[in-house]
């Protein structure tokens, strides 16, 4: 049971440098490190044609699709003082595992 749960650590670790190269290469900023704990939101302010063109690269590099629905959750939005929507909050652990659970429901279906 143990060298089953490494297995899963290691590979979540392996899709979490993917995820984040992918970040990295769309966001072509190396001013600030990325990690699982970061909000992409708050570092690069992020806006809604940012966030589909994340979206569109993710599904690319992984071969995945990534519904509107999933999109609108991986992204939290709010609303300024002005009643206008803005991306408040984009954490990478979310696209990881987001990732990872496509990942293993797409090798699931391959088998």
Not at 53 to 64: A, C, R
Not at 66 to 86: R, V
């Amino acid at each position: 049971m143990k060298s089953d749960d490494r297995k899963q650590r290691d590979n979540r670790e392996q899709i979490e440098k993917r995820v984040i190269g992918a970040i990295v290469s769309f966001i072509e900023d190396n001013s600030t490190p990325i990690n699982g704990q970061t909000d992409l939101a708050k570092i690069y302010d992020l806006d809604s044609f940012e966030s589909a063109g994340l979206i569109f690269g993710l599904e690319e590099k992984f071969n995945i699709s990534i519904s509107n629905e999933d999109a609108d959750k991986l992204f939290k939005t709010g609303t300024n003082g002005y009643g206008l929507p803005y991306i408040c909050s984009a954490p990478v652990s979310g696209f990881v595992d987001y990732v990872a659970s496509r990942l293993d429901i797409t090798s699931k279906l391959d088998n």
